[in-house]
């Protein structure tokens, strides 16, 4: 679990990155959200590196529209 600074950034990371997918696109968002929780973990959780691991999750993120 993640203390309750680094969640807000979490939320915070994860709304910005996602700021232009829809709500419905649940896909997606999870696809970016799942990254952005692994990074945290695994590697440099600063928030300039996760919104770079969130951009490139969104990048390949599947849609429905592809």
């Known amino acids: 679990m993640f203390d309750p600074t680094t969640t807000a950034l979490l939320r915070a990371v994860l709304d ?3 700021e232009d997918v829809s709500h419905y696109e649940t896909g ?3 696809h970016v ?7 945290a973990t695994n590697v440099d959780s600063s ?3 996760l919104k770079e691991v ?4 969104l990048h390949d ?6």
Do not use: K, N, Q
Not at 33 to 39: D, G, K, T, V
Not at 54 to 57: D, K, L, M, N, T
Not at 61 to 66: I, L, Q
């Open 28 to 30: 997606a968002r999870t």
């Open 61 to 66: 993120a599947p849609t429905m529209w592809r």
């Open 33 to 39: 959200a799942s990254s952005i929780l692994e990074a």
């Open 16 to 18: 910005e990155v996602c």
């Open 47 to 49: 928030p300039e590196r």
């Open 54 to 57: 969130g951009r490139e999750a």
